[in-house]
């Protein structure tokens, strides 16, 4: 009879970074196996167990034996299983006795053709598997496949056998129903019989009643929230209680509040606070000690600013937390007295006086020193500069900010990015590289936009990330992650599968938010190309190879994000197959693609444009461009030739204006002219005059639809 189904393996404290994953790898794994053995529906309920110390799953509805399954098994050819007078051969034999069969079995064979030749199969009836030798495949396969960052190896009891496991695991569980079922794994033997929390268990050992008790029985007699689902919502809940009394607000960050929920089994919140002295010191630095040395949760005010209160998760809840609270605040104060040392020391010396010190460190063995690298970010962001002065599309800076002083900030700001990596603070926290160097040039009192775009310059540093807020900032951050990827590219050092040690990935991607998201009138070649001008000569091997895979990396990067905003690859492919003008334009572009794309003459024009580009394709030599009137002898191909001419200069004109959804649907009206020119007109006539001037016209629609998109690509 089905039954509820309850593993749990009870082990030493699991890594907590890992822990999330492992608990979720347990018990999809284990189940899956189940259900693949038919010992457990498809759509049977599962339920994941995690904590520090444990990790389990509860099934639904497993049954005590699979059922047992017909299966048909091909043996081999006949010309070879059987003699001429229809006798088995020995071939046949030692098959069937891989099988489990014997000679009786013969008569019973099947023929059947299979492919080129008839052959010999076998039916028979599978027995399905019991759920000890079903659960125990499917645990030995879970234990296998599991994410284990790192693999221990201890002895067992026995003082002799070496076991390999993430940690030392000390209890295993398996109850169907309230029947134990008997597996082994890692040197254990199942049972009923599992541990609470540490410290605050009503008893030690909790005797469990049945798989469906588990959670209840953990929770009362053993003082653990066994679901990490359950005690990260606990935890949620207590931390909003506990800020919401002090009118505060809890830091938001989901990363922490996994880890904490992977470091305790019975939460309980605490509210400490530390001196506010200690408030002078920039908050990034503060809440970051917190949160990666303490695991704590600063509080925040109504203006996003940092208190000196935080919360403490413990795993424990005395009648008196006091002697909790007091340890934690004891705790924390040495690691916020480090920062503020930090941050004093550093201080006394200027952002400029460490620029010598840049030369000393290297930035890669074959790019050299981070003083090279701030020479060449300063040469690129002078080249931006000088690309969006001279743009076609004008861009607008600060009133008070022309180009010239534009590029003197960019000059400064550059040249100062990366001297915060020289400061204590950096060293001891390294994720305030830019941060902290924002600050120091504040301190100093460098003029405006220099200190936020040493903020910036890092921007956007992960997926969702706000983007660098002045131009100078922006002009910078281009820089930076353009001599990051072309040098890299230009060493050879680019991603492989899932491996991108140097975050290339995340840079081009920067890449394209600044570009698109800001939108700038400037061109990734260009700007690629002025990158790779700033190497020495004998650097990067191979430019031009480089600069061709660099570009394709980075285009495949943009269709990617495109996809994201929700455009379909039909439409994606269409607006980024015309390189022309900056990516600024790219939104526009695709929304006058997909409005294009609604048109009723849209998939005729889609379709006549990939025939058009398929003839010019062809042509040998050059494509001619002049078109004469006095050639166009068919009614089909001057109607075309008038078209084109009443409705290409309002196209360009919208085009110019960069209303690119007026223009494309000008471009509509051209739907029966080139319908009726593929019906009516050869376009290779034998007298190459003719050949000539209607491919010069093709040549001329052709220019004029593809040049928001190529709409050839919706065909």
Known sequence: MSANLLVELFVEELPPKALKKLGESFASVLADSLKAQGLAAADAAVTSFASPRRLGVHVAGVAPKAADKAVQQKLMPVAVALTADGQATPALLKKLASVGAG?????????????????????????????????????????????????????????????????????????????VVPIQALGLSSGRTTTGHRFEAAQAAVSLTSADSY???????????????????EISRQLKGAADALSLTPIDDDALLDEVTALVERPNVLTCAFEPEFLAVPQECLILTMKANQKYFPLLDAAGKLTRHFLVVSNIAPADASAV????????????????????????????????????????????SQGERTERVRGIGHAIVKQLSMATLPYT???????????????????????????????EFPELQGIMGGYYARHEGLRDGVAIAIEDHYKPRFAGDALPRNHTGTVVALADKLETLVGLFGIGQLPTGDKDPFALRR??????????????????????????????????????????????FVYERLVGYLRELGYSSQEVEAATAVRTGGWGSMPKRLAAVRAFNALPEAASLAAANKRVGNILKK???????????????????????????????????????????????????????VDAFFDDVMVNAEDPALRANRLALLGRLHAAMNRVADLSRLA
């Open 103 to 179: 000679p009786e079995v013969v008569p019973q064979l099947k023929r059947a053709p299979d492919g080129k030749a008839e052959a010999l199969f076998w039916d028979s009836i599978q027995p399905g598997a019991t759920l000890a030798q079903g659960l125990q495949k499917a645990l030995d396969e879970t234990l296998a496949k599991l994410p284990i960052p790192k693999v221990m190896t201890y002895q067992l009891a026995d003082g002799w056998t070496d076991v390999k496991f993430v940690r030392p695991a000390h209890g295993l569980v398996a109850l169907h129903g309230s029947d």
């Open 215 to 233: 959670a209840e029985q953990l929770r009362e007699q053993g003082a653990v929230i066994a679901s990490f689902a359950e005690r990260r919502a």
């Open 325 to 368: 609270t007091g340890g934690n605040e004891r705790v924390v104060r040495p690691r916020l007295a480090d920062a503020k040392f930090f941050y004093d020391q550093d201080r006394k010396k200027k952002l400029a006086d460490r620029l010598p010190g840049l030369a000393k460190v290297v930035y890669h063995g074959k790019l050299g």
């Open 397 to 427: 800076v600060e009133a008070d900010d022309e180009f010239k002083v534009l590029d003197s900030k960019v000059q400064q700001a550059a040249q100062l990015a990366k001297c915060d990596l020289l400061t204590d603070m950096v060293g």
């Open 507 to 552: 840079h081009a991607l920067g890449i394209i938010r600044i570009l698109v998201e800001k939108n700038l009138p400037l061109s990734l070649p260009d700007m690629v190309d002025a990158a790779f001008a700033t190497f020495p000569e004998g650097m990067l091997a191979d430019i031009p190879k480089a600069r061709e895979a660099l570009l394709h």
């Open 619 to 673: 042509v040998e030599g050059e494509l001619p461009t002049d078109v004469k009137a006095e050639l166009l002898q068919e009614a089909a191909e001057q109607a075309l030739a008038t078209a084109i001419a009443e409705v290409q200069p309002a196209a360009d004109r919208l085009f110019e204006q960069h209303d690119y959804t007026g223009s494309l649907q000008v471009l509509a009206a051209l739907k029966g002219p």
